[in-house]
């Protein structure tokens, strides 16, 4: 009681209760209840805020500083627990969002990844009673985001980032951006959208100045385009990636150059390469399949065609490594999504390949076909109606 009845004599006297409060908060190990007692007394309703609000932000830096000290983590943590439902939001947000963001810190190196995303979301970034700097809400954002897509939960991890593009610009700030960037790769890459993550990766390796950043970029936009379904947007992105002189230096690069000059990969290429994927990137597909393999199988098959004009099924299933009805049944719905030229013939059991150079043949010739038959209007326009040519010329 005498200690409660100090604090209470202390209210209009700024100086007095950060006085009460040095000794605390220097041992808060042995003070946590009395801490308690002093914040409750000092942010109770019957107390003028603006007496008391630089002594409660005091009071929070000194939690989020001991949070952060090894020795004293463990007490300070439950005691800025504590203090979140004693201090009204309405009068004391910023010691509130201090103590959260230092909560946050610990859970996060505790790897308890939902419980710091919920902890940052519970900081009100859209008050009117401060305000808040758009690029603080965006870093915020993007961090609850990463924490969520640690924790396997890309879906609320892409509510967070959408908030944050909408809360400010982030193409103004470049590591801001590039951190937006990695945060939606990971999102593109969870959700297996793998040209979309590898070609956010690859912007990164662009934003960030440091070289091992750069190869760690780098090296999941190539991870991204070796695990992406076979097709001309791959095409794309692996031409991009070999053409850039910094991918020579990974680890994979063979990989690469035998997928962009469209060499058959065997699995004896990809075993150094699989060991290093990440869990999500191991999943089996609907097919039984992991989606390496699928990946694997889609880009042989397209690199027969450059080989072979046409081929049995049981030829082209021996050089995939797989039995004649999955060859089959690649090459089907490669045809049908139009990610590869040609046809199969069911009853020879053989698959015919249109070349590329055959495509821009026939393309070409369906072109001149049709200004020949434009031309063939014009004359017989003009035979008809000569005068109606004339005025036109």
């Not at 915020?140 to 991890?157: C, S, T």
């Not at 390496?292 to 042989?300: C, G, I, Y």
Request: net charge negative; proline share 3%.
């Amino acid at each position: 009681m005498a200690f409660e009845q100090q604090v209470k004599s202390a209210l209009q006297d700024k100086p007095a209760l950060l006085a009460i409060l040095g000794p605390l908060t220097s041992n808060i190990s042995s003070n946590i209840t009395k801490l308690q007692q002093f914040a409750t007394i000092v942010a109770s309703d019957t107390v003028n805020p603006s007496m008391t609000r630089d002594v409660i932000n005091q009071l929070a830096s000194d939690i989020s500083q001991a949070i952060k000290t090894a020795a004293t983590a463990e007490p300070a943590f439950m005691l800025g627990e504590s203090l979140l439902p004693v201090l009204p939001s309405r009068n004391f947000e910023e010691a509130l969002c201090s103590i959260r963001l230092a909560l946050a810190d610990r859970l996060q190196e505790l790897e308890q990844w939902a419980n710091a995303a919920k902890m940052l979301s519970q900081i009100d970034l859209n008050s009117s009673q401060r305000v808040v700097d758009p690029k603080f809400k965006a870093q915020i954002y993007i961090r609850i985001a990463g924490l969520y897509i640690e924790n396997d939960e890309a879906h609320k991890a892409e509510t967070y980032t959408n908030r944050a593009a909408l809360s400010y610009d982030v193409d103004m700030d470049s590591a801001l951006k590039a951190e937006y960037q990695v945060q939606m790769a990971r999102i593109d890459d969870s959700k297996r959208k793998f040209v979309e993550a590898g070609r956010r990766y690859l912007t990164v390796s662009f934003l960030v100045p440091d070289e091992s950043l750069q190869e760690t970029a780098l090296t999941q936009a190539l991870t991204c385009a070796i695990l992406a379904p076979a097709g001309p947007q791959r095409s794309r992105l692996l031409a991009t990636l070999y053409q850039d002189e910094r991918c020579s230096q990974l680890a994979n690069f063979s990989i690469l150059e035998a997928m962009h000059l469209g060499r058959i990969v065997t699995q004896g290429q990809l075993k150094p390469f699989s060991d290093m994927l990440l869990p999500h990137q191991r999943a089996t597909t609907a097919k039984g399949k992991t989606i390496l393999e699928e990946a694997m199988l889609q880009h042989n098959l397209l690199s027969a065609t450059k080989v072979y004009t046409n081929i049995s099924l049981e030829q082209l299933g021996g050089l995939l490594q797989v039995s004649a009805e999955e060859a089959e049944d690649a090459a089907a719905e490669m045809i049908a999504e139009g990610r590869m030229q040609g046809s199969i013939n069911q009853q020879d059991g053989f698959v015919d390949f249109v070349a590329q150079g055959d495509i821009i043949r026939a393309w070409d010739k369906n072109i001149g076909a049709i200004c020949q038959e434009v031309a063939s209007a014009v004359e017989a326009i003009r035979a008809k109606h000569p005068n109606l040519v004339k005025a036109s010329e």
